[in-house]
């Protein structure tokens, strides 16, 4: 596509409710990483992807996030067991090549509201 | 631990006036500095990039400054217009074998005033 794709745009959830979020990156572009933005924040690392491989998964904050990449192209994040400072803008951004100064390309983001 | 500071209060400034927002670091030794534009409700948009060897970067009307010794970097929009007005984030980076991830300030609410 033209640019990076993410779905869904906005999600409410109830808490405890499990979500996935979707990124469909810049065809050929081999890094991927999530970010979690809350409001009036900058965007926070969560994990990076090189290929289908995550190289780093330091970011995220507990062990109800998970993220993959099964095919070296589409990334989903998913959140288990939802809780309220979960809510946030997740922002997804490739890259192509190694991030070696490259410019990110971000997608619009998914806004989760946990309720 | 790394950390990243811009101004959390926002800059308001006159159509037509220079505006420069400022990026410090500190226990960081970033490579190269990147700048992105959010505007609300988007996703960053890249902006510049300067590397540790370069000390200043031009594009349009944009002009971005590195200075490794004080350990930060200015971003100017000169002749601002009310269209800049965005929050514009900047992001230390690394090459080494550590986080490869960009690493992001909070951000500078700009408002242009008309």
């Known amino acids: 596509g033209a640019g990076v794709s993410q779905s869904p745009r906005y999600k409410v959830a109830k808490r405890g409710q499990d979500v996935a979020l979707r990124c469909d990156p810049i065809?050929?572009?081999?890094?991927l990483f999530w970010y979690q933005q809350a409001l009036g924040q900058g965007p926070e690392f969560l994990t990076y992807f090189q290929n289908e491989a995550q190289l780093d998964k330091s970011g995220l904050p507990s062990d109800r996030f998970f993220a993959e990449r099964p095919e070296g192209s589409v990334s989903t994040l998913k959140i288990q067991r939802t809780q309220q400072e979960d809510s946030a803008v997740y922002l997804c951004?490739?890259?192509?090549?190694?991030?070696?100064?490259?410019?990110?390309?971000f997608g619009e983001g998914s806004r989760l509201t946990v309720l | 631990s790394q950390k990243i500071e811009q101004n959390s209060e926002a800059l308001n400034i006159q159509e037509g006036k220079t505006a420069t927002l400022t990026c410090n670091y500190t226990n960081y030794s970033p490579a190269y500095l990147q700048w992105y534009r959010q505007d609300p409700g988007r996703g960053p948009v890249f902006l510049l990039l300067?590397?540790?060897?370069?000390k200043e970067k031009r594009k349009e009307r944009l002009k971005v400054t590195f200075d490794t010794t004080l350990k930060q970097s200015l971003f100017h929009i000169t002749a601002s217009q009310p269209a800049d007005s965005a929050t514009y984030l900047c992001?230390?980076?690394?090459?080494?074998?550590?986080?490869?991830?960009?690493?992001f300030g909070s951000g500078t609410r700009l408002q242009v005033q008309p």
């Open positions: 300067i590397r540790e060897n370069e």
């Open positions: 951004a490739s890259t192509s090549g190694l991030p070696n100064g490259g410019e990110l390309f």
């Open positions: 992001a230390p980076g690394r090459v080494d074998t550590g986080r490869r991830a960009l690493t």
């Open positions: 065809s050929g572009h081999v890094s």
